[in-house]
């Protein structure tokens, strides 16, 4: 099966979260790993503002950017993961590179 290099970049809802960062960071990098993903690299991008605010009392979240291989198909597996999950506001899945195994 063709292993696949992926970025994740999740947006922490920082008004639903009771957890600190590194938790939190933690917490997905074993939400990856338990779908079959091999977590290569997480880079932490901070509180960014929205573009677009969509809620005046929500201007902003934390992003974590997790490099990973894997196989399949992980971004239907992850926003059915995480879809009743409140900390979680967005999960961006970008293909990066194919490699052959």
């Known amino acids: 099966?063709?292993?696949?290099?992926?970025?994740v970049t999740f947006i922490i809802n920082l008004r639903e979260t009771k957890r600190d960062i590194p938790a939190l960071t933690e917490w997905l990098k074993g939400i990856l790993v338990e779908l079959?993903?091999?977590v290569e690299a997480v880079e932490d991008l901070g509180v960014r503002d929205f573009v677009r605010v969509t809620q005046k009392q929500n201007p902003n979240g934390h992003y974590l950017a997790f490099t990973l291989s894997a196989t399949?198909?992980?971004?239907?597996?992850?926003?059915q993961k995480l879809?009743?999950?409140k900390e979680v506001k967005r999960a961006f899945v970008e293909s990066v590179v194919s490699v052959k195994a």
């Open 1 to 7: 099966m063709e292993t696949r290099q992926y970025r």
């Open 36 to 38: 079959g993903a091999k």
């Open 72 to 79: 399949g198909d992980l971004n239907t597996a992850i926003q």
């Open 83 to 85: 879809k009743l999950e």
